[in-house]
């Protein structure tokens, strides 16, 4: 529902059906800072939460923590901002990776919502042999994020990459980052099994496959790499986004921020 510009009321900190009205800025953040929105933000706050002079939102920039800003100025396709209090500090999630193959039948900005909310600092596409859908739109992607990462709490937005060819990323793995590999073979451990064993403070990176996997060459040269960890996600085939998903709960509730 629209908010009453009439009505007579104390300042407000906006809210929708979410909660409190979050918006993630590139401008840096501090007491007194004064800074515009973008056009989509201000016509969201102007025009879809009716907001005024006074009313009071939270902004964030991934470094400076979140703050409260007040409404200061409106005109009818802009507004003003100021930063009043700090009310979270800056924080980060766990250093965790996700290295996809893109899916045709499912946009990749749907994965880049979903990963952001479960925690993910870095979304790297990876092109193999059976990746069908060659063409991404990280725009379309850092957009997601970024509502989701609204939406979620989170105080920054993860990193999105170029697409990258599967042997150019076995090359240019991080030296100390492990990599948990999504297996479809079968005849690998069974996910939680093998992270109860493996270092809590350890960067890590997870790979999930294409539209029909892996070809046998590919797998091969993956479970070569001294840094990879080959997991099964159990008796089910999934999709490749489920799998996707699914290994990052499984991860965050072992060795990430829910446990």
């Known amino acids: 529902m629209g908010r009453d510009k009439d009505r007579d ?7 929708d059906s979410g909660g409190k009205v979050r918006l993630f800025v590139e401008a840096p953040l501090a007491a007194g800072a004064k800074l515009a929105p ?17 009313d009071h939102v939270l902004l964030f920039n991934g470094v400076d923590g979140e703050w409260r800003a007040r409404i200061a100025e409106v005109a009818r396709r802009s507004c003003t901002l100021i930063c009043e209090t700090q009310s979270e500090v800056q924080s980060d999630v766990p250093d965790l990776w996700l290295a996809f193959a893109p899916i045709k039948k499912i946009p990749a900005g749907y994965l880049a919502q979903k990963a952001t909310e479960l925690g993910v600092k870095l979304l790297q596409p990876v092109i193999t042999s059976r990746t069908v859908a060659r063409r991404v739109n990280l725009e379309r992607m850092r957009a997601n994020a970024i509502e989701a990462a609204e939406q979620s709490g989170r105080l920054s937005v ?9 042997d150019a990323l076995l090359r240019s793995w991080p030296s100390g980052r492990r990599l948990l590999f999504c297996d479809e073979g079968g005849d690998s451990c069974p996910i939680a099994n093998a992270l109860e064993h493996v270092g809590k403070q350890t960067p890590w990176g997870i790979l999930t496959g294409p539209e029909g996997g892996f070809d046998p060459r590919e797998r091969a040269a993956i479970r070569q790499c ?16 489920t799998a996707a998903l699914a290994a990052l709960a499984v991860w965050q509730a072992i060795c990430g921020d829910w446990s």
């Open 226 to 241: 001294s840094f990879v960890l080959p997991v099964t996600l159990g008796p089910r085939i999934m999709r490749a986004d």
């Open 158 to 166: 993860p990193e999105i990459r170029e697409p990258i060819a599967l």
């Open 38 to 54: 973008s056009e989509a933000q201000a016509h969201y706050l102007l025009h879809v939460m009716r907001s005024r002079v006074g």
């Open 9 to 15: 009321s104390p300042e407000t900190d906006l809210a």
